[in-house]
């Protein structure tokens, strides 16, 4: 009798397992990528289903947001959430997530960058594990740079960009700007530039708004130096691929993903003229990194499968052949570490030239100074769209003047004091 028990124990086990899905909600990309995880997955826990849903990025944020405030109502066992909203979640329903400490986490800690694990984690507790990151570099037209005679090697500082910058111009009569800025439509710039600068919105803390602090003084300072050489054309993100596309405009300054939206758009014509430089210093010798994007990967405390969620994520975000997958299939750029030392990476990408892209822009990961977006990220950079829109119109004496008033505004709507 007590051998049959068994086995009917053990039969009743595996029609469980068997019973059970995991529920992934992402966007867009995301879908593809993360599904291309499942089959190893599957291997560790045979008859696991895994759904990966596309709802679309801010629909994913919005029924995020009323899972949460319903009491973890209709969420998934995975949830992608990208770094600088994480902290509203955090913020607003602390209790909404699993602390991943309980599952394991802290040995993933040195496994990715300190940058991603500034937005993730609240004191001793991580509420999501790192997924893509966007760390930041110039991309340029081969055959336009060499018709201008600029020799990317040379831009070593912003301040070579712009001397690049006059060069493209004398060479076009203008017609073809070296970059394009979001003016009016994105702070972008002041981001990755502040983000350089080891400044950004609001401390680690999000106790004190820091956006006067000189590292961001800095930023918008450089920032304006470029636009008032003429060297960028006022575009939106669809103007800029216009631009791209008719040959008027030689560079874009974005995060790692943007590769994936320059092959998805550029004519046939233009593979293989690309190319990437790093992220210019704002001084000499100085830091060539700076990150604008990137998501992660938490677990709703409302999930009836903590453990195989947690087994999910690790087994995609911490595997280096999943994410070595990701990165070459979907043109994701990872946070895991130990891929910049892959070989893999030293293969040339053909739309950039056959240049080994992924070696040189991971191999910034750990020198991108960590910010922190806080619940009150969206506040800020309503704010600062419209203050540097205005600062590079000339309606302010300096950028501290520019600064004072933002910080000003950001106090009158968040609540918080601005750092001495």
């Known amino acids: 009798m007590h051998r049959v028990a068994l086995t009917l124990l053990a039969l009743l086990t595996a029609t469980a397992v068997s019973a059970q899905t995991l529920t992934v909600w992402v966007w867009d990309i995301n879908k593809p990528a993360l599904e291309s995880t499942v089959e190893s997955f599957q291997e560790m826990h045979p008859g696991v289903d895994v759904v990966v849903e596309d709802l679309g990025n ?66 001793d507790a991580i509420h999501a594990v790192p997924y893509d990151s966007g760390p930041t570099a110039i991309f340029y037209r081969r055959d336009l740079y060499e018709q201008a005679g ?13 001397d690049a910058g006059t060069q493209m111009n004398e060479a076009f009569d203008g017609n073809v700007k070296m970059g394009a800025i979001g003016k009016g439509s994105d702070d972008e710039w002041f981001r990755m530039l502040a983000n350089q600068a080891g400044c950004f919105y609001f401390d680690q803390a999000a106790t004190e708004i820091t956006i006067t602090q000189p590292g961001c003084v800095q930023a918008m300072e450089t920032m304006k130096n470029v636009w008032d050489a003429s060297t960028l054309h006022p575009a939106g993100w669809s103007e800029q691929i216009q631009f791209l596309q008719n040959d008027a405009q030689a560079s874009s300054f974005f995060g790692s993903w ?28 100085g830091v060539r990194a700076s990150n604008l994007g990137g998501s992660a990967l938490a677990i709703p405390a409302s999930s009836d499968n903590p453990e195989l969620a947690y087994d ?8 280096e052949e999943n994410q070595r997958e990701i990165l070459f299939e979907y043109g994701l750029t990872p946070s895991l570490l130990s891929l910049q030392d892959d070989p893999a990476l030293e293969q040339g990408v053909e739309f950039f030239g056959g240049q080994a892209i992924w070696e040189d822009i991971l191999g910034t990961l750990g020198d991108v100074p960590a910010v922190a977006g806080t619940q009150y990220f969206q506040e800020a950079r ?26 000003d505004q950001i106090a009158a709507s968040t609540g918080l004091p601005i750092a001495d």
Do not use: H
């Open 58 to 123: 801010q629909n994913v944020y919005d029924r995020g947001l009323a899972g949460c405030a319903a009491g973890g109502l209709d969420m998934p066992d995975v949830y992608l959430v990208e770094n600088n909203e994480a902290q509203v979640f955090w913020a607003q329903f602390p209790d909404c997530f699993v602390d991943l400490t309980t599952l394991g986490a802290d040995e993933l800690r040195p496994m990715f960058p300190d940058f991603k694990w500034a937005e993730l984690t609240v004191g």
């Open 150 to 162: 600029i020799d990317p090697a040379d831009i070593e500082t912003w301040n070579d960009f712009i």
């Open 258 to 285: 943007y590769s994936g939206t320059l092959i998805a758009n550029m004519p046939e014509e233009q593979a293989g003229e690309w190319g990437v430089y790093l992220t210019p210093a704002l001084e000499e010798g």
């Open 312 to 319: 999910f994520i690790t087994n995609a975000l911490a595997d």
């Open 382 to 407: 309503e704010v600062m769209i419209v203050t540097v829109n205005d600062y590079l119109d000339g309606e302010y004496a300096s950028a501290e003047a520019a600064l004072d008033a933002a910080a």
